[in-house]
């Protein structure tokens, strides 16, 4: 799996996320609703006072027993950080002179003071407290909720982990099954059963769909291959042995007419071994891995090596540890190898080409470099492609159809193993590694 960004990760922001806005949200509603009831509660007081004032204060009282009323109301309400005073008209009568008279009525806030004015028959008496305390009330329930705001971000961001891997876990366990689904042989169907989530389901019928689409389109291009190569093996074999014959049969022909004939009969053995490599890419996985016998990599290295003509022979250098075994089909490890060495010799016409194969652990590593221009990095896995054939390759005039790295890819899996062509000082270098045997 990437490491990059994944669906996990952004479910476990986006709680986080959502954890620590909702914190915050909560937070300003309750500092708001908590301050509005102080408020309210606030007003309460200011308002009790006054009508306390307005009770003692009819409205025929004359201003002297007034201002005594007043004053006196504001010695008691001083005690609980309130002041009150009393007018009549704009003049005032008693209670705190610095409440001078308000031009609007209700109650409001003015700086740091809650401030109300009720108007009677007779004047109008306005009362006052301080707002410290409320705010200094308000300021510590904001700090509180804050703090529990971090707190549940903090425990969201702990929990969206776990939480988010059990929402995505449905969406592993389908990569894991579509991860496992073999590329040669893809099945009529992914491996598992539903989860019983709607778009889990969804999305692994419509892959199962898809597979079975592949797996039909792919058989039906593997006996198409397999129905022609084998078609043509014959006339094939029979025009080759016709040549033969007839270069044999008469040496007396004209050196044009027997130039031709070589001409034509390399012709025919390099057709022929095409459609030998179409038989193998087109033969099912289970044909390749049918023969599992142990096979020595030194005796196969041998026989390919002995096959070559002597001048294609003097550039080989090769060096194989006489105990490598790997357990496999002989006959197919030779055509790899073979595939691997022309190759080699075929884009390095002039040089030495180095065959390497020795241990590595569990691995049985081959590594064939050649002196030739080379594989970029960006060809280097595309070259395995079947019928694919670089820029250079082509631009150099190289012949060759583009399926024997093709076969060389599909042998080395079949075993088990892997190719790759590696970084080299220059040339190429095209490794190979293969389950290793040893005897038990």
């Given at each position: 799996?990437?490491?990059?960004?994944?669906?996990?990760?952004?479910?476990?922001?986006?709680?986080?996320?959502?954890?620590?806005?909702?914190?915050?949200?909560?937070?300003?509603?309750?500092?708001?609703?908590?301050?509005?009831?102080?408020?309210?509660?606030?007003?309460?007081?200011?308002?009790?006072?006054?009508?306390?004032?307005?009770?003692?204060?009819?409205?025929?009282?004359?201003?002297?027993?007034?201002?005594?009323?007043?004053?006196?109301?504001?010695?008691?309400?001083?005690?609980?950080?309130?002041?009150?005073?009393?007018?009549?008209?704009?003049?005032?009568?008693?209670?705190?002179?610095?409440?001078?008279?308000?031009?609007?009525?209700?109650?409001?806030?003015?700086?740091?003071?809650?401030?109300?004015?009720?108007?009677?028959?007779?004047?109008?008496?306005?009362?006052?407290?301080?707002?410290?305390?409320?705010?200094?009330?308000?300021?510590?329930?904001?700090?509180?909720?804050?703090?529990?705001?971090?707190?549940?971000?903090?425990?969201?961001?702990?929990?969206?982990?776990?939480?988010?891997?059990?929402?995505?876990?449905?969406?592993?366990?389908?990569?894991?099954?579509?991860?496992?689904?073999?590329?040669?042989?893809?099945?009529?169907?992914?491996?598992?059963?539903?989860?019983?989530?709607?778009?889990?389901?969804?999305?692994?019928?419509?892959?199962?769909?898809?597979?079975?689409?592949?797996?039909?389109?792919?058989?039906?291009?593997?006996?198409?291959?397999?129905?022609?190569?084998?078609?043509?093996?014959?006339?094939?074999?029979?025009?080759?042995?016709?040549?033969?014959?007839?270069?044999?049969?008469?040496?007396?022909?004209?050196?044009?007419?027997?130039?031709?004939?070589?001409?034509?009969?390399?012709?025919?053995?390099?057709?022929?071994?095409?459609?030998?490599?179409?038989?193998?890419?087109?033969?099912?996985?289970?044909?390749?891995?049918?023969?599992?016998?142990?096979?020595?990599?030194?005796?196969?290295?041998?026989?390919?090596?002995?096959?070559?003509?002597?001048?294609?022979?003097?550039?080989?250098?090769?060096?194989?540890?006489?105990?490598?075994?790997?357990?496999?089909?002989?006959?197919?490890?030779?055509?790899?190898?073979?595939?691997?060495?022309?190759?080699?010799?075929k884009f390095a016409p002039t040089g030495e080409v180095t065959v390497r194969a020795e241990a590595d652990g569990d691995d049985a590593v081959v590594a064939v470099t050649d002196e030739g221009p080379g594989v970029p990095a960006s060809d280097r896995?595309?070259?395995?492609?079947?019928?694919?054939?670089?820029?250079?390759?082509?631009?150099?005039?190289?012949?060759?159809?583009?399926?024997?790295?093709?076969?060389?890819?599909?042998?080395?899996?079949?075993?088990?193993?892997?190719?790759?062509?590696?970084?080299?000082?220059?040339?190429?270098?095209?490794?190979?590694?293969?389950?290793?045997?040893?005897?038990?």
């Open positions: 799996m990437s490491a990059g960004r994944t669906i996990a990760r952004r479910v476990a922001r986006a709680m986080a996320a959502t954890a620590v806005l909702s914190g915050l949200l909560s937070a300003a509603l309750a500092t708001i609703i908590a301050w509005t009831s102080m408020l309210d509660r606030e007003d309460d007081r200011l308002r009790g006072a006054a009508q306390t004032l307005a009770v003692e204060v009819p409205p025929g009282m004359d201003d002297a027993a007034a201002r005594a009323h007043a004053d006196d109301e504001q010695t008691e309400v001083a005690v609980a950080g309130m002041r009150i005073a009393l007018y009549r008209g704009a003049r005032f009568v008693g209670g705190d002179a610095s409440l001078r008279p308000s031009a609007a009525g209700g109650c409001r806030t003015e700086g740091t003071s809650r401030r109300c004015r009720f108007v009677l028959p007779t004047g109008a008496i306005e009362v006052a407290s301080e707002l410290t305390v409320a705010r200094s009330q308000r300021s510590l329930l904001l700090g509180a909720s804050l703090a529990a705001a971090l707190l549940a971000g903090l425990a969201g961001l702990g929990l969206s982990g776990a939480v988010s891997a059990r929402i995505v876990r449905p969406l592993q366990r389908l990569r894991e099954e579509v991860a496992a689904v073999d590329a040669d042989a893809p099945g009529p169907s992914l491996p598992g059963r539903g989860d019983g989530y709607a778009e889990t389901d969804a999305l692994r019928a419509a892959l199962g769909e898809m597979l079975a689409r592949l797996d039909g389109a792919l058989a039906q291009s593997r006996r198409f291959a397999a129905d022609a190569a084998h078609e043509l093996r014959t006339p094939l074999g029979t025009m080759r042995a016709e040549l033969e014959l007839a270069a044999e049969a008469d040496e007396t022909l004209p050196e044009e007419v027997r130039d031709s004939q070589r001409r034509a009969l390399r012709t025919l053995v390099g057709l022929t071994a095409l459609v030998e490599r179409l038989l193998i890419l087109a033969a099912p996985d289970e044909s390749l891995r049918g023969s599992r016998e142990a096979v020595s990599l030194a005796e196969v290295a041998d026989e390919v090596l002995a096959a070559l003509e002597p001048a294609a022979r003097a550039r080989v250098l090769a060096t194989v540890d006489d105990r490598l075994h790997v357990r496999g089909d002989a006959v197919l490890l030779r055509a790899m190898l073979e595939n691997v060495l022309g190759n080699a010799l896995a595309r070259v395995f492609d079947a019928f694919y054939r670089s820029a250079g390759a082509r631009a150099d005039g190289v012949r060759g159809h583009g399926v024997g790295l093709a076969l060389v890819a599909r042998i080395a899996r079949a075993h088990g193993g892997s190719a790759a062509f590696e970084d080299a000082p220059s040339g190429a270098r095209l490794v190979l590694r293969l389950p290793r045997w040893r005897p038990a």
